[in-house]
């Protein structure tokens, strides 16, 4: 019996008749490239780090270099790697925010650190912890969370948004400095998930900051590798780690879709890959290589 999104289509139904009562079903499950085209130029694009399983949405980036983005204002939740590198590679980035941006064991970003010594791009350096806490003032409707371990650092020299005051509760008379990180909302945040349900709501496991970064962003786009069978928040095992469709705006199903990334319990890091890429995009003619052999081939395929 054929199948859509993990529905079986009976033979009995006509095609037609069978995608109408999909989408009432659920019209927040559209194709790939009909997600990534809620990403508007000069939008403040946050991206899942790149570790094993915490939502690197690497098919997403790759439909998107397809739709020629511009100035994007890339924010790293909290760190970025190869979906920024290619973005940046492209020209569609204007502005990069995040605590670090590499390629973990397979070295830095090649197209990042040439736009840096190019000044192609401009750089809002940050920490991990001032990101999660500019998202959980959104979160909160607050315009500041307080924030102490960045007290001593050059970063306070760069950052104009971020103000140290005196600790307004201290009882010692000595000056007791804290720093107030302004609030972050992304216009969009873009993840990869394992699982979701055709209601919209998004299982991500242990990986909470995508919960906050959910609550925090004006949208929220999340690829996904399987279609859950039931309502994942009716299910006690599954329900502590989900997001509620409440803060889903779009999901698009993209098997591997954190790739080269890993995916726990789905594939793994192929780091072969990720070598070849730093080889070719050390250059501008292998960056291009790159993209004719891996990404827009990618993308018809997707």
């Given at each position: ?17 069978f ?15 009909e997600l ?9 694009l ?87 806490a ?32 005196n600790?307004?509760f ?5 000056e007791?400095p ?5 609030a972050?909302k992304?216009d ?9 349900d055709?209601?919209g ?11 906050t970064l959910?609550?925090?962003s ?6 996904f590798?399987?279609?859950?069978d039931?309502?994942l ?11 509620p ?16 990334i ?25 960056f291009?290589?790159y ?12």
């Open positions: 019996m054929p199948s859509f999104l993990g529905v079986k289509i009976p033979q009995y139904l006509p095609v037609n008749v995608f109408d009562i999909l989408l009432r079903m659920d019209a927040q499950i559209v194709f790939l490239d990534v085209e809620e990403i508007p130029d000069g939008a403040v946050a991206l899942a780090p790149e570790y094993n399983g915490c939502g690197c949405a690497l098919a997403g980036v790759r439909a998107l270099l397809n739709r020629s983005p511009k100035h994007l204002h890339l924010l790293g939740i909290p760190a970025l790697g190869l979906q920024a590198d290619l973005l940046i590679g492209v020209g569609a980035v204007s502005t990069v925010e995040c605590a670090a941006v590499t390629l973990g064991e397979e070295g830095l970003a090649p197209q990042f650190s040439a736009a840096v010594k190019s000044g192609s791009i401009k750089i809002k350096d940050a920490t991990c912890p001032a990101i999660h500019g998202l959980q003032a959104t979160e909160k409707g607050i315009p500041f969370m307080p924030l102490r371990g960045i007290i001593g650092s050059d970063l306070l020299a760069h950052r104009d948004d971020w103000l140290v005051s600790n307004p201290s009882l010692v008379r000595e007791d804290i720093v107030f990180i302004a972050l992304p969009v945040a873009l993840f990869h998930a394992q699982v979701v055709r209601e709501n998004v299982w991500i496991g242990v990986h909470k900051e995508l919960m959910a609550h925090a004006t949208k929220t786009l999340v690829t590798e399987t279609l859950y039931g309502d928040l009716a299910d006690e095992k599954m329900a502590a780690g989900t997001i469709s409440i803060y889903v705006s779009c999901l698009a199903e993209a098997k591997k879709g954190a790739w080269p890993a995916l726990p319990a789905h594939y793994e890091r192929d780091a072969g890959h990720i070598r070849r890429y730093v080889e070719l995009a050390s250059s501008n003619e292998g291009q290589q993209l004719m052999e891996y990404v827009y081939p990618q993308i018809a395929a997707e």
